[in-house]
């Protein structure tokens, strides 16, 4: 599909390539473990019905990333603050959300999100509301 005709494609596009010139901390998937056994505060910016579908990691914190700006307050942790979405854009968004409220806490994005947790086996829980 040839996304030049789709009208503002261009502005999605040059937000596409400013997201990708944010500065942030990663951590790769590989340390996804680690941080579940450690109990450390994980943050689902996912969206309720994304969760839904997919499932989401034991213990894990859900804030949709819609809900954030006036639910950030709701944080609390003394600990690191580890954030994921699905694939990764909207956790950086979180981040630098959370970074300009001065939280407090460090923070890091999840390389690759849920989908690439899944793709080396991190176990997810079933959603109930």
């Known amino acids: 599909m040839n996304f030049s005709n789709i009208y503002g494609y261009y502005y999605i596009n040059d937000w596409y390539n400013k997201l990708n010139k944010i500065k942030y901390e990663e951590i790769t998937v590989k340390s996804i473990n680690n941080i579940i056994l450690n109990n450390e505060y994980i943050l689902d910016v996912r969206e309720i019905n994304e969760i839904i579908n997919t499932g989401f990691i034991s213990n894990s914190h859900i804030i949709p990333l819609s809900k954030l700006k006036e639910k950030y307050n709701s944080i609390k942790t003394n600990s690191n603050i580890y954030i994921l979405c699905k694939s990764g854009k909207r956790a950086i968004i979180a981040y630098t959300f959370l970074e300009s409220k001065n939280i407090s806490n460090k923070l890091f994005v999840l390389e690759g999100g849920i989908d690439k947790a899944k793709s080396i086996g991190v ?7």
């Open 123 to 129: 176990n997810l829980v079933n959603y109930s509301s």
